[in-house]
């Protein structure tokens, strides 16, 4: 059971848009904390996608965004490509003392 | 181009202790941190700890102290992960990340991440 709860799958058609949910609590998101995304291909090493709730580092395309209010964060991509299809993951701090930080179960994104 | 090049997959035997390396490039070790994340297989990303690459300040996940040892040498701009008293549910690719202060800072760069196998 992770921290920060995902849904275990989303899908979309090419050309759609598609959010990406992430909820915690009072000790991570909710107390203020920063969220990260990363995208996982098959097979590859996490790649980060966003940083700092909504910034994107240089060569992320804009397709790709991100927000945060009270618990939760959320991804959107829109323009949905074929190359999208890959496992993402959110990250924060936590200020409990199992993990200082934590990470979301994941999301696989399917692309009709 | 900053790297972080990890070292090669690893078998082991329940018991057993396994090291695993880091290797940047590019940038100034030194001014950043690094981060240790596992993946079982077809699990999501587990975080292990990190240790300033500064000070050789550690703060490891609570499930993991006692078993984990993260080091660092400046000299070659290496990081390291110790892993002891391995257990089957210890498989995993394991990675390296750059990060800085654990409490704000995003993992930008990745390792390739190195395949630990734990069997008898």
């Known amino acids: 059971q992770s921290v920060l709860t995902q849904p275990p799958s989303v899908s979309g058609a090419p050309g759609q848009r598609v959010t990406i949910s992430c909820t915690g609590s009072s000790s991570n998101i909710g107390a203020g904390y920063d969220v990260h995304w990363y995208q996982q291909l098959p097979g590859t090493a996490p790649k980060l996608l966003i940083y700092g709730n909504g910034h994107r580092p240089s060569g992320v395309p804009d397709r790709f965004s991100g927000s945060k209010s009270g618990t939760s964060a959320s991804l959107a991509i829109t323009g949905l490509q074929a190359e999208d299809e890959a496992d993402y993951y959110c990250h924060s701090y936590d200020s409990s003392l199992s993990s200082l930080v934590v990470f979301g179960g994941g999301t696989k994104l399917t692309v009709l | 181009q900053v790297l972080l090049v990890q070292s090669g997959a690893e078998v082991k035997k329940p018991g057993a202790s396994v090291k695993v390396s880091c290797q940047a490039s590019?940038?100034?070790?030194?001014?950043?941190?690094i981060s240790w994340v596992r993946q079982a297989p077809g699990q999501g990303l587990e975080w292990m700890g990190w240790?300033?690459?500064?000070?050789?300040?550690?703060n490891y996940a609570q499930k993991l102290q006692g078993r984990v040892t993260m080091t660092t040498d400046t000299s070659t701009s290496t990081a390291y992960m110790e892993l002891r008293s391995l257990r089957s549910d210890d498989t995993a690719v394991y990675y390296c990340g750059r990060g800085g202060n654990p409490r704000n800072d995003a993992f930008d760069i990745w390792g390739q991440g190195t395949m630990v196998t734990v069997s008898s």
């Open positions: 240790i300033s690459a500064y000070n050789g300040k550690t």
């Open positions: 590019g940038y100034t070790f030194s001014s950043h941190g």
